[in-house]
């Protein structure tokens, strides 16, 4: 904020400082001649000011006990609280002693500049770094007001006073990364490309080789492709960028997000390095163009390091074998999964890695899919000694010696998995797992161990002058098998990958078609013999589950009409459930695979087992119990709920349905609370969870029970992806309004104390957990992935990072061929979503 506006928010004092308790300010190099500056005695810090000729002071500024400095030409006594300074210092998180210079940008109010740093010695305060001119102040420490006053003379008043742009190449990179990630993602690559490519006197040299970067990368392209898809970007936990929604993306338009993509991450390397040479702050200033180009080409070229981190990865416990109370085998696939997964989500790489995995042990074999960058995503230009040169014809070379670099590596990991491994193929696919395969490698153990090994480790696959000879790294890193066929530009062609055991496709059968049986654990746990009783997605009735949902939507403006011919197909089905006489083999719908792993909440008698009901009969209770609902049936409409309740023991949404009436139809919130805590305690899924809260939130309100009201929406609050969370925010606003002992909502922990008290469970529930970790994770040792891919994709939503989640491709595909992605036939989806949009409604 400018002087003017500091002025006009100050607090004004009528008195003037006393100017005879001054103290004279070490000098500056960049001052005037003849000028000298002090600290003089006044409210808080007091005062910085100029000494005139005449003897007396110009104030200049006032310094606050909260170690900010605002500027200001008369003696004031504080500032408003939305007031900025033009510089403070705040101490760094968990580092006792040192904290951040920063200064505001007079040209973009708001924006926050980190300059330096600073730390604490004896009680007073010396500069580790400032980007600005502090001549001898550098060696020296200070009292804090001194301290304060010659930071913000060095860095602010004087450029101001010299025409100087503030802050000139100054902020952290990450600071300038944080500005990009809160705009619109083609804003934000036009403003670094125009900050840098333009003649503008204020760029830097990171400026300009940022803009190099993107405008070779073909990023101002991103705004049309922006325009037709919701795209964003973040910085992951490994430092690296990640272009989110980018798997709608084909062809060029995928190739043109994904260069993008590598070129910010070219930018993050030149982040560390830089946080190397300036004791971790990252400063723009720190870098030049060709300390910037050699972190983007050390990048390239540091699959040494790679190596050995996985070497060193893979010696630690497996942090993975136990989750949520189920623990794996040793050794198993699960163990073997999880440590590949981790190692591949660790690494910091250019270049976004996407990868599919199989694994036959008894074989010994596993088999990869990983991406590989196209040609464009390489840098098109590099910095020599005659200053910078076109890369652009090199591309396909680079991209292919890249690849053979990846293959080595994920072969690494791949054995550093697990010892009985002896064999690993690696296919290499162009830009994304359904590209082009442009490379596959087979590795065995030992030859890998004696000599690509070596090659890995010690460098020499690192050399830059292998980048456009991957031939040469190819007779480094000994394949035992290949597929790949090189261009004329030494670039890869597509080709057919290795051709793999049989055993790999067998255990990816629909889970339908799988009638191996289950070990005896497996089988008492899930209440089933074999694999195919586990399915609960092929809807195989006479009528399907959609047919119900057309007869529905087709008469909704006629209720009775699809009243009376849902009732005739519900006698239909309820007649062709007669033919199931076996008593120990119980009906029953799951809304999706996961939820079969929850059928011990049911509390079934030993011996019994399940068959999968049509989607059609659950879907037309469902149903009926909603129009006898709305057309004010309350007997039939429980009758109904209940009914559906009976054949989904483990969905819960037939419970909400039955909530819903009590209030609907009766006013009778004290009975759909009861209805909502069953539901929780069998809810699984994150959008499930949410919703149920909100009803309970509502409910509880309404019962004049807003502390366990605000504890439930405080629940809902914690993920602002789900579709409820602005309707939760405005409700919970208005409840605030109401209460007296909470002006915001509960932390976390204090909602669950509060809920747990009243009775609610916090779901999912630790047996909720339990149950799918232990049938995942036992179906996945056991041999049946397929089986287990959608137990394992809560699973990761149980468990921080990415690992779990990332494996659950690969338990459903395998490195075969994607058919589909999985479709959840049952219309309980959907009726959830509809209740939903008519819960926003009210």
């Known amino acids: 904020m400018n002087e003017n506006v500091c002025r006009r928010k100050a607090k004004r004092m009528f008195n003037k400082p006393d100017n005879s308790q001054a103290t004279e300010l070490f000098p500056l190099p960049e001052q005037d001649e003849g000028a000298k500056y002090v600290v003089i005695p006044g409210p808080q810090k007091g005062y910085v000011a100029l000494q005139l000729p005449n003897g007396g002071l110009q104030i200049l500024a006032w310094m606050s006990d909260d170690l900010r400095v605002y500027g200001t030409d008369q003696p004031i006594s504080g500032v408003d609280e939305d007031t900025l300074p033009q510089l403070r210092i705040d101490p760094w998180s968990g580092i006792p002693d040192t904290g951040s210079i920063r200064v505001y940008d007079p040209k973009q109010p708001g924006r926050v500049m980190t300059i330096g740093e600073y730390a604490i010695n004896g009680g007073n305060y010396e500069f580790r770094s400032l980007n600005a001119d502090l001549g001898g102040a550098i060696q020296r420490s200070f009292p804090v007001a001194e301290f304060l006053a010659l930071a913000w003379l060095s860095s602010y008043y004087i450029p101001t006073l010299h025409n100087k742009p503030v802050g000139m190449g100054a902020g952290r990179m990450t600071e300038v990364f944080e500005e990009m990630m809160g705009m619109p993602l083609p804003d934000a ?63 060029l338009q995928r190739d043109v997000a994904l260069a993008t993509e590598a070129a910010m991450n070219r930018l993050s390397f030149v982040d560390l390095d ?40 893979s010696k630690r416990p497996n942090q993975y074998l136990s989750v949520c109370g189920a623990e794996g085998m040793t050794g198993g696939p699960w163990d073997i999964s999880t440590r590949f997964a981790n190692l591949c989500e660790s690494l910091m790489l250019m270049f976004r890695l996407e990868y599919r995995f199989d694994i036959d042990l008894d074989n010994g074999a596993m088999v ?32 292919a010696s890249y690849a053979m670099r990846l293959a080595a590596l994920m072969a690494q990991m791949a054995f550093m998995s697990s010892v009985r491994l002896t064999k690993v193929t690696v296919n290499c696919l162009s830009a994304s797992l359904s590209g082009d395969c442009v490379l596959s490698l087979d590795f065995d153990r030992m030859p890998f161990q004696m000599a690509t090994l070596h090659a890995l480790t010690s460098g020499a696959l690192d050399n830059p002058a292998l980048d456009t000879d991957p031939l040469a790294i190819y007779n480094l ?104 006489t076996d008593p120990n083999v119980k009906p029953l719908f799951c809304e999706r695979p996961l939820m079969r792993a929850l059928v011990a909440l049911d509390n079934p008698p030993a011996g019994t087992t399940y068959r999968k009901v049509p989607d059609a009969l659950y879907n037309v209770h469902l149903l009926l119990a909603r129009i006898y609902r709305d057309t004010g049936n309350f007997e039939a409409s429980i009758k109904h709920s209940r009914q559906a309740q009976a054949l989904s023991p483990t ?36 959008a499930d969870v949410s919703f149920i809260y909100y009803r309970l939130a509502f409910a509880n309100w309404q019962q ?102 990332a494996i659950a491709t690969s338990l459903r595909w395998g490195c075969g061929e994607e058919v589909a992605p999985t479709e959840f036939q049952s219309g309980s989806q959907e009726a959830m979503l509809d209740e939903l949009k008519r819960a926003l409604d009210q």
């Open 704 to 805: 004049g029970n807003q502390k366990v009201a605000l504890a439930c929406y405080t629940q809902v609050l914690q993920n602002k992806n789900m579709p409820l969370y602005q309707s939760a925010a405005r409700e919970v606003s208005q409840l605030l309004d109401e209460m007296h002992d909470y002006d915001e909502i509960m932390s976390v922990a204090e909602s669950t104390h509060v809920l747990k008290n009243a009775g609610i469970p916090v779901a999912p529930t630790s047996q909720v957990r339990e149950l799918i970790a232990k049938s995942a994770i036992g179906l996945v040792d056991a041999g049946f992935p397929r089986a287990a891919d959608d137990m394992v994709w809560l699973l990761g939503r149980f468990t921080e990072g990415d690992v779990i989640a």
């Open 274 to 313: 830089a946080r190397d040479i300036d004791d971790e702050m990252g400063l723009v200033g720190t870098v030049n163009e060709r300390m910037a180009w050699k972190s983007t080409s050390d990048a390239l070229h540091m699959f040494a390091k790679h190596a050995k981190y996985v070497e060193g990865a």
């Open 651 to 686: 969905t819960p949404q037939a419970l909400v349905e039955e909530a819903v009436t009590h209030v609907d139809v009766n006013d009778d919130f004290s009975t759909a609370i009861d209805c909502l805590i069953r539901a929780l305690q069998i809810a699984s899924i994150p």
């Open 477 to 580: 890193i000994k394949p035992s098998k290949y597929s790949l066929q090189f261009t004329s530009d030494r670039g890869l062609a597509p080709c057919e990958p290795l051709p793999v055991s049989p055993t790999f496709a067998s255990k990816h059968l629909p889970v339908w078609a799988d009638e191996r049986e289950l070990p005896a654990a497996l089988a008492r746990l899930l209440s089933a013999k074999r694999v195919c009783e586990l399915d609960v997605m092929k809807d195989e009735g006479s009528v399907s589950g959609k047919e119900i949902w057309d007869i529905y939507e087709q008469a909704e403006d006629s209720p009775m009409t699809a009243q009376m011919e849902l009732e005739s197909v519900a006698m239909q089905l309820e007649s062709e459930e007669m033919d199931h």
């Open 368 to 399: 990869i899919n990983c991406t590989v960058p196209t040609p464009l995503m390489f840098p098109g230009s590099g910095l020599t000694d005659q200053g910078w040169v076109d890369l652009r014809a090199q591309r396909p070379a680079h991209a």
């Open 189 to 251: 690559i036009d403003m670094m490309i125009w900050k840098g490519a333009t003649n503008n006197p204020d760029a830097t040299d990171f400026d300009r080789y940022v803009a190099r970067q993107l405008v070779e990368a073909g990023a101002g392209q991103l705004r049309q492709i922006a325009s037709e898809h919701d795209l964003g970007f973040t910085r992951l936990g490994t430092k690296m960028f990640w272009i989110f929604n980018i798997d709608e993306l084909e062809g």
